[in-house]
């Protein structure tokens, strides 16, 4: 059994008296250790794929089965618990909460653990390291540049040490030379045995995935 | 790092709307505080003065009557088994549970007797508590000073042509007039007014008393408590409760509890829905990071804490404040009242822990249903903002 099974995933709005849909009976297998590329036109239905993969959107039918866990077939504080152990995103508007500091933010999926402050500080100290922002460690959130700012969120969704990384169009905010740093880090990540899962439009990310995923209205 | 240190910073990074709803909540907690202080000290003194006009408990002997009819034709009444009064009973009545709600015990010793060839009714009395209980007596003349001074009525000094300081021979004994009580309209006017001890002297009834007239506190704590208690320490005696004094005294002292619990009422729903409003609208403003949140693996419970420890800050700071201001403003507006007539300002140390509670029970009822909206929130908001 692979480490993600989607089967016949659909995901259908109703607008009106008309049905879209977002996501049309998708079924596919990501193994652990996959670096996997969704690409598609804007509206293809990219982000709510990945939105299903991470257990925040519910399927109209179909199911998302993780590590031989059924996601939706958890109760929301059981799939609250799946995210914060197995996932982390990383969003193409960085979504970091601008009061906190680097290190604060950084540290936000450790708070509902039972982690010790020493602990907490250690963590966070070596994802820091490793995407060179301990220096800014006291630093607000939003006085960082868009490329320090994703270096945080990227540092906060490796600090609980999670299986996958679902990232939304994580360079599309960025310029070329600052999206080659964040690639190289999920790059590392994917060496280090991550399993790494990028929505994107740009197709040189693209060059990176030992898989890739087209999806043109919501098929895949 | 704790779920409190996002609540706290929180706070902080929005510094003038927190700002803002604590000066809301400070004002509603010291408008009620000061409302109730303001009520407590207003109650307390205009029961201590209304006390002081007037008795509201008379204390009789017990006497048992007959009636007695022969073949249908009333023949009147025997009494017998008379009791006395005498000054142990003042002892016992003072020392009762509730003795401290008694402000003034006046015995008097009733006699008639012949002054000047005429028949007069003689009262002893204890001056300092008889002056004390009519304080609408007007003298003509002083306070009687010693044994052998009196004091007299009205209609006995215009009768008889008494004038202060003449000597009048009552039984065997000289009495100088101090003093002519003015005009009341009452009984007083016909009466002579003497030292309760020189009273039971000349007519040999050594610690006698005929009645005693008390007035009670009945600020905190029911009259017929006091009557039962009376009752119970001097059981040769008939305790009567002049109802309509007292129940006057309680409309006057309860009228302000009620004012200041309606307007009480009125301020904390007020701040109720400032609090209210200003959770709903900041919840609004934080879906975004709620859904952050969400995403990233906390629970509903955790976006709750988070929600409710930052207003949980908010109100015990401004319940602490709250408290403080009230007591200030309360002995601010004190002075100014005219049914305030008291120099120390009654401070009851439960309206602190009032006043922090109710601060928390108005911010964290107000946060329930926007916290509980927020805890809900789909966590794909997060997404909608890319």
Redesign the interface.
Known sequence: MSFIELKNVTKEYVTGEEKVFAVNDISLNIEKNDFVSIMGQSGSGK?TLL?ML?G??HPTSGKVVTDEIDLFKLS??RL??F???Y???V???Y???P??TVL?NT??????CEYS?SE?MAKAFSILDKVHLSDKAKRLAEELSGGEQQRVAIA??LV?DPYIILA??PTGNLDSKTSKEIMHIFCQLNDEGKTIIIVTHNKEIEMFANKRIYLRDGKY | ???Y??SL??V??KKTKSILLLIGLVLAVASVVTLVTVSENINASVATNLDEFGANIIVLPKIEQLAINYGGLSIGEVSYNNSQLNENDIIKISSIKNSRNISIISPKLLEVTTVDGKKNLIAGVNFKDELRLKKWWHLNGNTPNGGNQILIGSNVAFVRKISKNDSIKIKSEMFIVSGIIGNTGSQDDDLIFMDLSSAQRIFEKRSAISLIEMSALCYDCPIEEIVAQVSAAVPTANVTPIKQTVEAKMMAVHSFENFSIGVSLVILAISFLIVFVNVNASVNERT??IG?????????V?ILQVILFEYLIISLIAGLMGYIAGICSAKLVLPHLSMYSSDKLIVNYAVFWGAVFLSLLVSLTACVYPALKAAKL???V??R??
Request: no cysteine; hydrophobic share 35%; charged share 30%.
């Open positions: 982000s939105a991470g925040l959107t929301s504080e609250a618990d995210r914060r152990e996932l982390g995103f969003f193409q508007s979504q970091l909460i009061y906190l604060e540290l936000l999926p450790l708070i509902p402050k907490q906060r969704s609980n939304d169009e | 790092m704790k779920l240190s996002i910073q929180s902080r990074r975004r990071e952050i949140l969400k995403s990233i693996g906390f629970r509903r955790h789909d966590p794909t997060a997404f903002y890319i």
